[in-house]
């Protein structure tokens, strides 16, 4: 499969540095959507799936700027997205990552490369990054307190990078810290958690081309509070298993610690695949707040991206296996 990277033209770049992202994103919505449209027709209404253009037989067509990976869904406003958030290390109000992040330095920023792979080692975010190209990919992102957004973000896929390492026929699983610094993280003061956050994925769902380890979103490089200066976006999981801020890249050949899971067993597994028909213990997981809106909407299985993940799990008990 090959992926159309859209960061790329000149005049998106230059439209960044001036202009609000916001409106950033919505220009290109207007030109991807008009683009859609082979006789320049403009719609009255643009940006939303609903004001499509319907396809020759009736079909709604789908934007021609959109990737294959990506949704057609609005994007949440900027604002939302860098505002509401979880990021424990800066503390458990929605808020209190937008106002405490400051303290985090992301820059110099490196990643210990570890465990079952044939070339181990610390590596310069500027080397991790430079073999790929960023891509952007809209992806939905479900929370496990039942509320949801959508993001446009900028990264490059996992798996790609996690190849470089080489892992080593052994390794099963992959392991991801966040930065333990208390200093930096305030938040790490208080034992909400067994600090550092750690998350980790079977080493297939990692190389699953959705797996994204983003540095950016809306067309720029990621706010604190969002996890800079890297992060994952597993977005057919909950938002749980986006671990932020990320320091260590572990392969094993068991099953890793995961912060969540071990923190309350019964509430958070160590899939955590969106799954509208197993509830939370205290609460429904069948519907979803999509930050933005007023009225609920229903969840998807493995949040809209069933058709290319379901068959990683074919065989197990979702249930059990939550
Ligand atoms: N990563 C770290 N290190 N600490 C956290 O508290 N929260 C997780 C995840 N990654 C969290 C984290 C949760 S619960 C969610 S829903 C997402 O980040 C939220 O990402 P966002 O704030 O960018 O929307």
Redesign the pocket.
């Known amino acids: 499969m090959t992926h159309r990277i859209r960061i790329r033209h000149g005049w998106e770049v230059a439209e960044r540095e001036v202009t609000d992202p916001e409106l950033y994103l919505r220009r290109r919505e207007f030109l991807g959507a008009t683009g859609a449209l082979a006789g320049g027709l403009v719609l009255g209404a643009c940006g939303s799936s609903e004001s499509e253009a319907a396809g020759a037989e009736g079909a709604p067509a789908r934007r021609a700027d959109l990737g294959p990976w990506d949704t057609d869904e609005t994007p949440t406003s900027r604002e939302d997205?860098t505002r509401y958030?979880?990021?424990?290390?800066f503390g458990t109000g929605k808020e209190d990552?937008a106002r405490n992040a400051g303290t985090l330095r992301t820059r110099p920023w490196s990643v210990a490369v570890e465990g079952e792979v044939a070339r181990p080692g610390r590596v310069a975010l500027e080397d991790l990054l430079k073999p790929h190209a960023r891509e952007e990919r809209i992806y939905r992102?479900r929370?496990?307190?039942a509320w949801s957004?959508v993001i446009p973000w900028l990264g490059i896929p996992l798996g790609e990078v996690l190849k470089r390492f080489e892992p080593t026929s052994k390794a099963k699983y992959v392991a991801f810290d966040?930065l333990l610094d208390p200093e930096q993280m305030p938040g790490q003061r208080r034992s909400v958690l067994d600090w550092p956050?750690r998350e980790g994925l079977r080493l297939d769902e990692a190389m699953h081309p959705l797996s994204l380890l983003a540095t950016g979103m809306y067309g720029e490089d990621l706010p604190n509070?969002?996890?800079a200066p890297l992060?994952l976006v597993v977005p057919w999981k909950?938002?749980?298993k986006?671990?932020?801020?990320i320091v260590r890249i572990r392969f094993t050949a068991e099953q890793p610690y995961t912060s969540w899971s071990y923190e309350a067993p019964s509430e958070y597994g160590f899939f955590a695949n969106v799954n509208p028909e197993v509830d939370h213990p205290r609460w429904s997981q069948k519907r979803e707040r999509r930050i933005g809106e007023f009225r609920k909407r229903p969840t998807l299985p493995f949040n809209g991206y069933a058709e290319s993940v379901a068959p990683l799990y074919a065989g197990m008990d979702l249930r059990k296996h939550y």
């Open positions: 997205a958030n979880n990021f424990y290390e990552p992102l929370c496990v307190e957004m966040t956050y509070q969002n996890g992060r909950y938002g749980f986006s671990i932020k801020s």
